[in-house]
């Protein structure tokens, strides 16, 4: 906010300085020793002091206008905004043209008291003056806009009805930064006890929040704060904001930290470039965790604290990038939340237009990859206070925020409420899974990727947990994705989840087994298609042929049979020719790739060996299928 603050106090100093350099507007000798202390008062910063004096000079003479006003101005620097109006107000009704700057000053605070109506006046009034300084002419036309856009939103309110979380969250302390994993069963957020601020969290039971718990004594420490943080989808990676650390390069740096077992790996500073000696903070992880979005006044942005992101490469996170003016101001842009959807950013800002102080704002990817002009969440989700910290729910209907003027249980207490259909995101589930060995049923760590099979690159790539064989991941509605998850010495598993239609809300819940490499297991490649009564490879197939190549590179002495079913629909030597082709495909394409022949046959099936009745079209689809087949190791 470099911009509003100088402006305020250039306003509140050019005052001052008029008041001792010029002639007052009294005579009263006790009036005028008063104000001359209130000077020197506000020379050594000693503000409620000068308040005093200045309220005693008026008491001397109200109608000392020069008093009125610094009496004004100092109120305003002090954030008490209904006594900085009375005074302002009181200024202007001695004399109209008493100093010009007092309409831009009164249009502010008015904007702060959520008094639209009479700070579109005053602004208008500050404007019709010529000559003013460009920034003073800027910012009264920032605030206008403000104005405007309040009387226009407090006609229109939006649907907001917030709900307290809890005692099983809230306390007496100030909780505020929620963040939930994409099943919604852990939330993690800032608790501050005697200007402390750590980490705890609370596990979903039944439909219900635990007692919150200290997150970790490798996390959290007694010395330093801890806060603004970003979990990732399936909760083993935390983000978070560390200050004046002895491990940091700034004043506020980056960490990350792993989730291992019951329990958080130490945090790791994420260095240059993104932590600077500067200040970055407030981090933001997308979906499949490679492009962090944060809050740095580094050199190169729009204002204050601009909103950035870097993307993770081979060598490491990338250069940061300035997000652009269709997000960042030349005021301040702070609490970023990615949606996992990729494509909705969630911030709070200063200098779009809205109710006062900080509000929230959603932006959306355009179709050419570029962030959209923001568009503020509407009253009265703000406010004219600040509003910031707002984060989701994966499959996007819930937000989670913080307030301290809600009737809590004391301080900021967290609260969720249903978000207005017309700023929630795109449709999102997940899938979350557990790995296991098909004969023990032992819980395997084994590596797990899911790609967007039209475009055929990744969208998650990690390890299921090494304890539970755990994963989640989550998903857009639109798309088609094939999960792949190998491991050594196991056929590798397949799935297939088609979005493309996709309006539900029930979440992918899976087992994948891993059978181990033997004689006579096989995998049912479900990512592999052909169009109806054909045997063409259709260009979606890509990814999963690269993966049956892969396997067989690592696995050189592995002999295997592809496999071609159809369901009962049609004739049966129709069937039995068109499995066969298909089989042929899928051999070929891997001959084509540097897989030798003498290690491959194909064969087809037709409808011999259905494994579901082909009594319904879901049933008949799964009999319709490519296998993979071991007959030699």
């Given at each position: 906010m470099k911009v509003a603050l100088a402006l305020l106090l250039s306003l509140f100093l050019s005052v001052a300085a008029i008041a001792q350099q010029k002639l007052y507007s009294t005579n009263n000798k006790e009036a005028l020793k008063y104000i001359s202390a209130a000077n020197q008062n506000i020379d050594d910063h000693m503000y409620d002091e000068a308040i005093q004096n200045l309220n005693k000079s008026l008491e001397e003479d109200s109608k000392f206008i020069d008093a009125r006003a610094l009496l004004g101005d100092l109120y305003r620097m002090k954030r008490l905004y209904k006594q900085a109006i009375e005074q302002y107000t009181k200024t202007i009704a001695l004399n109209p043209e008493f100093n010009r700057g007092i309409y831009l000053k009164l249009g502010e605070v008015e904007i702060n008291e959520a008094k639209y109506t009479e700070s579109k006046q005053h602004l208008e009034k500050y404007l019709t003056y010529p000559g003013a300084a460009p920034d003073s002419y800027a910012y009264a036309q920032k605030l206008l806009a403000d104005a405007k856009f309040s009387i226009q939103a407090v006609q229109h309110p939006v649907p907001f009805k917030p709900i307290n979380v809890g005692a099983e969250i809230n306390t007496a302390y100030d909780e505020y930064l929620p963040v939930a994993t994409?099943?919604?069963?852990?939330?993690?957020?800032?608790?501050?006890?005697n200007d402390n601020e750590d980490f705890y969290k609370s596990d979903k039971v039944d439909g219900k929040w635990s007692k919150a718990t200290y997150l970790s004594n490798q996390i959290n420490t007694d010395k330093y704060n801890e806060g603004a943080q970003s979990i990732s989808q399936d909760g083993k990676?935390?983000?978070?904001?560390?200050?004046?650390?002895?491990?940091?390069?700034?004043?506020?740096?980056?960490?990350?930290?792993?989730?291992?077992?019951?329990?958080?790996?130490?945090?790791?500073?994420?260095?240059?470039?993104v932590n600077t000696p500067g200040w970055e903070s407030q981090p933001s992880i997308n979906y499949d965790g490679r492009t962090l979005y944060?809050?740095?006044?580094?050199?190169?942005?729009?204002?204050?604290?601009?909103?950035?992101?870097?993307?993770?490469?081979?060598?490491?996170?990338?250069?940061?990038?300035?997000?652009?003016?269709?997000?960042?101001?030349?005021?301040?842009?702070?609490s970023p939340f990615i949606h996992p959807d990729d494509s909705t950013l969630y911030f709070s800002s200063n200098g779009w237009p809205g109710l006062g102080s900080k509000d929230l704002f959603v932006s959306r990817m355009g179709k050419d990859g570029k962030w959209q002009k923001p568009e503020n969440l509407g009253y009265p989700i703000n406010s004219n206070g600040d509003e910031g910290g707002l984060s989701l729910t994966a499959n996007g209907d819930y937000a989670f925020f913080s307030s301290d003027n809600l009737n809590g249980f004391g301080g900021y207490d967290i609260y969720t409420f249903e978000l207005p259909v017309n700023i929630r995101p795109h449709r999102v589930t997940y899938v979350k899974g557990h790995v296991k060995d098909a004969k023990t049923q032992e819980p395997l760590e084994a590596a797990v990727e899911i790609i967007d099979l039209q475009s055929n690159t990744p969208v998650y790539q990690d390890y299921s947990g090494e304890e539970h064989g755990d994963f989640l991941a989550t998903l857009t509605s639109g798309k088609n994705y094939g999960l792949n998850i190998s491991k050594s010495g196991y056929l590798f598993y397949s799935e297939n989840f088609s979005l493309r239609n996709y309006k539900g809300t029930k979440p992918f819940d899976i087992i994948a087994l891993l059978s181990p490499i033997e004689v006579g297991s096989k995998v049912i490649l479900k990512n592999i298609f052909f169009d109806t009564n054909k045997f063409d490879l259709q260009a979606e197939s890509k990814a999963e042929l690269s993966k049956m190549i892969d396997f067989l590179q690592m696995n050189k002495t592995v002999r295997v049979e592809v496999s071609g079913h159809t369901d009962n629909v049609g004739q049966h030597a129709n069937n039995q020719t068109l499995s066969e082709?298909?089989?042929?495909?899928?051999?070929?394409?891997?001959?084509?790739?540097?897989?030798?022949?003498a290690r491959l046959v194909y064969k087809g099936y037709g409808e011999t060996q259905p494994i579901a009745p082909n009594t319904t079209d879901d049933d008949k689809a799964r009999n319709r299928r490519t296998e993979f087949m071991i007959i030699g190791k």
């Open positions: 994409a099943d919604e069963s852990v939330l993690i957020f800032t608790r501050k006890i990676y935390l983000f978070f904001t560390g200050c004046n650390r002895p491990d940091g390069l700034g004043r506020c740096d980056i960490y990350i930290a792993q989730k291992r077992g019951d329990d958080w790996a130490k945090p790791i500073d994420l260095s240059p470039p944060f809050v740095s006044n580094r050199k190169g942005g729009y204002g204050g604290y601009d909103i950035w992101k870097s993307t993770l490469t081979d060598k490491g996170w990338g250069e940061p990038e300035n997000l652009g003016p269709n997000i960042n101001t030349a005021y301040n842009e702070q082709n298909r089989a042929k495909s899928v051999y070929q394409y891997l001959i084509n790739h540097g897989i030798a022949a």
